[in-house]
């Protein structure tokens, strides 16, 4: 016996009810022949199996003849079953709390009748708790109140009008917190920041002038906090003691040390939450040095602020020591990346690189004796095409051409990757031997890493804190694996610190621990690579 029930919108309706085996063209009243405003019921008993269709009409209660409205509902199975089901998901395996996940059964019925679907959790490996109980294919689960842990997703499938169920399938599912999804640690930092799944920015590490944006000044943090007021962010960056995100709207926020105009608000005043950068829009990347900063626009210009003590910011206005605001480089149009360095500054033009700032070791890269510090952008000899990725260093610059890497600078702890340590800089790029397939080019204090193009990842330079990741604290002067990374999607580093995001969602880090600068809840060194604790 089935009960049915219509639903309409006249003021009083009443109801008649009359099913047909699918393809006969007579329709039978499935009880009484009168309209009436009471559930009516449907007795199968006797019926044969296969694919039904029902019809309901209505009309107003007092009026007479024929029906004022009809629907039908086809494929109601009579002792039809679903003889298997599946289940897609999206995001697929993996999503954080707040999420809107979405499942969508499958399921295979006999006389090609219609399917309803229930879904149910576990959470686990404990009891089954109802999500909704059966109804069309697709469920959205709102998980905004949900833990943050492993799931099991059940999904059961029975023929429409059977009791079911008739089969039954179940994946498992993880909600996770915010994780990193782009994080940056200055090459002269001891703190770095994520963009996280949520939108948000969370940092960690030192902050003595605020550079965690949340707040406050009075302690450094060995695990991720988040900064203050910050939504719909794109990418973050951090210099030696400042931090910067670009939003969504192209519009810039920094926070930290502002001594120097760091922050580009107009003022030199520092501060432990989120400034607007003045006039900047249009905004596509950001690379921050020691102390200064710089903006790729969308317009393929790159405008700079903050320290200008060596020409880094690419300005010489009278007297300029500092800009406090975002000033344009003589870069207008065509750059493609900007990476700042400790006191230079370095950028992709037309395929090719341009350099500008301090030059006292060679740092710009165009040969001969050390020269002057430059403002104006100075071409690279050697690099003027084909270079896909440039990354500045504290007094080092590499680049990755063709898969293969030169690099140009101080050499004084074999950060160039050549196999010796020279106290004279090498002023051209010098090809780092044995090394190809490098798809992203990191540089720090004195050391490098290149993360290749099968996601494993090679360090080389200093390694008294552990930043070369490979368990010990031997200097290596040309490439050597960090361990344990497999799966690396982007790399970072920081003063003596390297992190890597995974493709399993979690961020490595290795190197230097003070200030708890790893992230992991500790403030000791780590020769091999841990995980950020993102809460």
């Given at each position: 016996?089935?009960?049915?029930?219509?639903?309409?919108?006249?003021?009083?309706?009443?109801?008649?009810?009359?099913?047909?085996?699918?393809?006969?063209?007579?329709?039978?009243?499935?009880?009484?022949?009168?309209?009436?405003?009471?559930?009516?019921?449907?007795?199968?008993?006797?019926?044969?199996?296969?694919?039904?269709?029902?019809?309901?009409?209505?009309?107003?209660?007092?009026?007479?003849?024929?029906?004022?409205?009809?629907?039908?509902?086809?494929?109601?199975?009579?002792?039809?079953?679903?003889?298997?089901?599946?289940?897609?998901?999206?995001?697929?395996?993996?999503?954080?709390?707040?999420?809107?996940?979405?499942?969508?059964?499958?399921?295979?019925?006999?006389?090609?009748?219609?399917?309803?679907?229930?879904?149910?959790?576990?959470?686990?490996?404990?009891?089954?708790?109802?999500?909704?109980?059966?109804?069309?294919?697709?469920?959205?689960?709102?998980?905004?109140?949900?833990?943050?842990?492993?799931?099991?997703?059940?999904?059961?499938?029975?023929?429409?009008?059977?009791?079911?169920?008739?089969?039954?399938?179940?994946?498992?599912?993880?909600?996770?917190?915010?994780?990193?999804?782009?994080?940056?640690?200055?090459?002269?930092?001891?703190?770095?920041?994520?963009?996280?799944?949520?939108?948000?920015?969370?940092?960690?590490?030192?902050?003595?002038?605020?550079?965690?944006?949340?707040?406050?000044?009075?302690?450094?943090?060995?695990?991720?906090?988040?900064?203050?007021?910050?939504?719909?962010?794109?990418?973050?960056?951090?210099?030696?003691?400042?931090?910067?995100?670009?939003?969504?709207?192209?519009?810039?926020?920094?926070?930290?040390?502002?001594?120097?105009?760091?922050?580009?608000?107009?003022?030199?005043?520092?501060?432990?939450?989120?400034?607007?950068?003045?006039?900047?829009?249009?905004?596509?990347?950001?690379?921050?040095?020691?102390?200064?900063?710089?903006?790729?626009?969308?317009?393929?210009?790159?405008?700079?602020?903050?320290?200008?003590?060596?020409?880094?910011?690419?300005?010489?206005?009278?007297?300029?020591?500092?800009?406090?605001?975002?000033?344009?480089?003589?870069?207008?149009?065509?750059?493609?990346?900007?990476?700042?360095?400790?006191?230079?500054?370095?950028?992709?033009?037309?395929?090719?690189?341009?350099?500008?700032?301090?030059?006292?070791?060679?740092?710009?890269?165009?040969?001969?004796?050390?020269?002057?510090?430059?403002?104006?952008?100075?071409?690279?000899?050697?690099?003027?095409?084909?270079?896909?990725?440039?990354?500045?260093?504290?007094?080092?610059?590499?680049?990755?051409?063709?898969?293969?890497?030169?690099?140009?600078?101080?050499?004084?702890?074999?950060?160039?990757?050549?196999?010796?340590?020279?106290?004279?800089?090498?002023?051209?790029?010098?090809?780092?031997?044995?090394?190809?397939?490098v798809a992203e080019m990191a540089s720090g204090l004195v050391f490098s890493c290149a993360r290749l193009t099968n996601q494993t990842v090679k360090c080389w330079g200093r390694n008294t804190e552990g930043e070369i990741g490979d368990g010990t604290t031997v200097d290596r002067l040309s490439p050597t694996s960090v361990s344990g990374i497999s799966t690396?999607?982007?790399?970072?580093?920081?003063?003596?610190?390297?992190?890597?995001?995974?493709?399993?969602?979690?961020?490595?880090?290795?190197?230097?621990?003070?200030?708890?600068?790893?992230?992991?809840?500790?403030?000791?060194?780590?020769?091999?690579?841990v995980v950020v604790a993102y809460p």
């Amino acid at each position: 016996m089935i009960t049915l029930t219509g639903t309409s919108t006249c003021s009083a309706p009443q109801f008649r009810f009359s099913y047909r085996l699918k393809g006969n063209s007579t329709w039978i009243l499935t009880g009484l022949s009168a309209y009436s405003s009471s559930p009516q019921t449907w007795n199968t008993t006797g019926l044969a199996s296969g694919t039904y269709e029902l019809m309901v009409e209505a009309r107003n209660t007092g009026n007479v003849g024929q029906s004022e409205s009809t629907a039908v509902i086809a494929n109601y199975g009579i002792g039809s079953t679903c003889g298997s089901v599946a289940l897609s998901d999206s995001p697929h395996r993996l999503s954080t709390v707040g999420a809107q996940v979405t499942f969508t059964g499958n399921a295979t019925c006999s006389s090609g009748a219609m399917a309803e679907y229930r879904y149910s959790y576990s959470q686990n490996g404990g009891a089954y708790t109802l999500l909704r109980t059966y109804g069309p294919a697709a469920y959205v689960w709102d998980t905004s109140t949900s833990a943050a842990t492993n799931y099991a997703i059940l999904v059961e499938a029975r023929a429409v009008g059977s009791t079911g169920p008739d089969s039954q399938f179940a994946i498992p599912y993880t909600l996770s917190g915010a994780y990193g999804t782009q994080i940056n640690s200055g090459g002269g930092s001891h703190h770095a920041c994520a963009r996280v799944s949520n939108g948000m920015a969370r940092c960690w590490g030192q902050n003595d002038f605020g550079q965690l944006g949340n707040g406050t000044t009075s302690a450094s943090s060995s695990s991720p906090v988040t900064v203050t007021g910050l939504t719909n962010v794109l990418q973050v960056a951090t210099g030696a003691s400042h931090s910067c995100a670009l939003l969504t709207d192209t519009t810039v926020r920094c926070w930290g040390l502002n001594t120097k105009g760091e922050l580009g608000n107009g003022s030199t005043t520092n501060s432990s939450t989120p400034v607007v950068a003045t006039g900047l829009t249009g905004v596509v990347a950001l690379s921050l040095g020691d102390y200064h900063s710089c903006a790729l626009l969308s317009s393929g210009g790159i405008t700079c602020w903050g320290s200008n003590s060596s020409l880094q910011t690419g300005t010489s206005a009278p007297g300029a020591a500092y800009q406090v605001v975002p000033t344009a480089t003589a870069i207008t149009s065509g750059a493609t990346a900007v990476s700042a360095g400790g006191f230079h500054t370095c950028a992709l033009v037309g395929g090719g690189v341009k350099c500008w700032g301090d030059n006292t070791s060679g740092q710009l890269g165009t040969g001969g004796t050390p020269a002057q510090n430059s403002v104006a952008p100075l071409d690279v000899p050697g690099l003027t095409s084909g270079v896909t990725s440039v990354a500045s260093g504290e007094l080092h610059v590499c680049a990755v051409v063709g898969g293969a890497v030169q690099c140009w600078g101080d050499n004084s702890f074999g950060q160039l990757g050549n196999g010796a340590i020279s106290a004279t800089p090498t002023t051209s790029p010098a090809v780092v031997p044995g090394l190809s397939g490098v798809a992203e080019m990191a540089s720090g204090l004195v050391f490098s890493c290149a993360r290749l193009t099968n996601q494993t990842v090679k360090c080389w330079g200093r390694n008294t804190e552990g930043e070369i990741g490979d368990g010990t604290t031997v200097d290596r002067l040309s490439p050597t694996s960090v361990s344990g990374i497999s799966t690396a999607t982007s790399i970072t580093v920081g003063g003596v610190s390297g992190c890597a995001l995974l493709s399993n969602s979690q961020t490595a880090c290795w190197g230097y621990g003070g200030f708890g600068g790893l992230g992991n809840g500790s403030t000791s060194n780590a020769l091999t690579p841990v995980v950020v604790a993102y809460p």
